[in-house]
């Protein structure tokens, strides 16, 4: 479930769903080691995003997957939307 054509109707179609899984499955995926928060956007590939959009995942380091439990790793789609683990670094309130 990646890609958007240019059909504002797919574009809403596809955030609504991602939305729907993001409410799901934002507790669970914030409880893992290094989850500061979840949300929707594009996929970034190469430091550029991608007309893919996604649930982002965002850490605040990139592990490599050898370093984490089975339990603690983040799935590459759930419930058939892609997910995209992006390292924002620590977050801290302003």
Request: hydrophobic fraction near 45%; avoid cysteine.
């Amino acid at each position: 479930m990646s890609g958007l054509s240019d059909e504002p109707s797919d574009f809403q179609a596809l955030s609504e769903r991602i939305m729907a899984v993001k409410r799901l499955h934002e507790d669970e995926l914030l409880r893992k080691p290094n989850v500061v928060g979840v949300g929707v956007g594009y996929r970034r590939t190469g430091g550029q995003a991608t007309r893919d959009l996604a649930l982002v995942v965002m850490v605040s380091s990139k592990l490599p997957a050898a370093l984490l439990g089975e339990r603690d790793l983040i799935p590459s789609s759930i419930e058939g939307v892609l997910v995209d683990v992006q390292e924002v670094g620590k977050l801290a309130a302003q």
